[in-house]
């Protein structure tokens, strides 16, 4: 089914973005994970360059998928890339209301750019890349929530208590 662009921030990439790949990944022949040069982030938990190690680390297994950064618009970085379509997951209301409008303006201004949704497995629901980087400022990491990789990339950079502790 041709090539898609699964874009992000993937700061840090989590269980459920690697679950949307995945499935992406069987849909479509090639998968081209897009990862935001972004500026506007004032503090970002990873660099870019340790981002783009993450994501080729965890998709290392699947053969269809690459990873790649991207700066400016999404809509050049998908035509650049030779595909017209961009993939995202859906995982509550709220966040319907914020990509539809992404996926209009992304349609319209590249003249048929389609972003097409899947929804987030229920058991990924609550999982965001926000929510790992607000208990990494308090030097705690949820553990269910990132890749193996991410795990112990984090506990380099001296986030050491774990949510899984009390278990233990
Ligand atoms: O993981 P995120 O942070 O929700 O991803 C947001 C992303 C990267 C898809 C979005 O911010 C984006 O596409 N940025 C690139 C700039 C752009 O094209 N902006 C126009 C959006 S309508």
């Given at each position: 089914?041709?090539?898609?662009?699964?874009?992000?921030?993937?700061?840090?990439?989590?269980?459920?973005?690697?679950?949307?790949?995945?499935?992406?990944?069987?849909?479509?022949?090639?998968?081209?994970?897009?990862?935001?040069?972004?500026?506007?982030?004032?503090?970002?938990?990873?660099?870019?360059?340790?981002?783009?190690?993450?994501?080729?680390?965890?998709?290392?297994?699947?053969?269809?998928?690459?990873?790649?950064?991207?700066?400016?618009?999404?809509?050049?970085?998908?035509?650049?890339?030779?595909?017209?379509?961009?993939?995202?997951?859906?995982?509550?209301?709220?966040?319907?209301?914020?990509?539809?409008?992404?996926?209009?303006?992304?349609?319209?201004?590249?003249?048929?750019?389609?972003?097409?949704?899947?929804?987030?497995d229920?058991?990924?629901?609550?999982?965001?890349s926000?929510?790992?980087?607000?208990?990494?400022?308090?030097?705690?990491?949820?553990?269910?929530?990132?890749?193996?990789?991410?795990?112990?990339?984090?506990?380099?950079?001296g986030?050491?208590?774990?949510?899984k502790?009390?278990?233990?």
């Amino acid at each position: 089914m041709g090539v898609v662009v699964y874009p992000g921030s993937f700061d840090p990439v989590t269980v459920g973005h690697m679950d949307l790949i995945r499935r992406a990944a069987g849909i479509f022949d090639q998968v081209i994970v897009g990862i935001l040069v972004n500026s506007e982030k004032k503090s970002p938990l990873f660099s870019l360059e340790e981002r783009v190690i993450m994501l080729k680390d965890a998709c290392r297994n699947m053969e269809n998928v690459s990873v790649e950064s991207f700066d400016g618009l999404l809509i050049d970085f998908v035509r650049a890339k030779g595909s017209k379509t961009i993939i995202r997951g859906l995982r509550e209301l709220m966040d319907f209301e914020m990509e539809l409008q992404m996926a209009q303006v992304n349609r319209v201004a590249s003249g048929g750019i389609e972003t097409l949704f899947l929804p987030t497995d229920p058991r990924f629901s609550n999982v965001s890349s926000s929510v790992v980087r607000e208990y990494a400022r308090y030097g705690v990491s949820l553990p269910d929530f990132v890749p193996g990789n991410v795990l112990l990339a984090m506990e380099k950079k001296g986030i050491l208590k774990s949510t899984k502790q009390e278990d233990q």
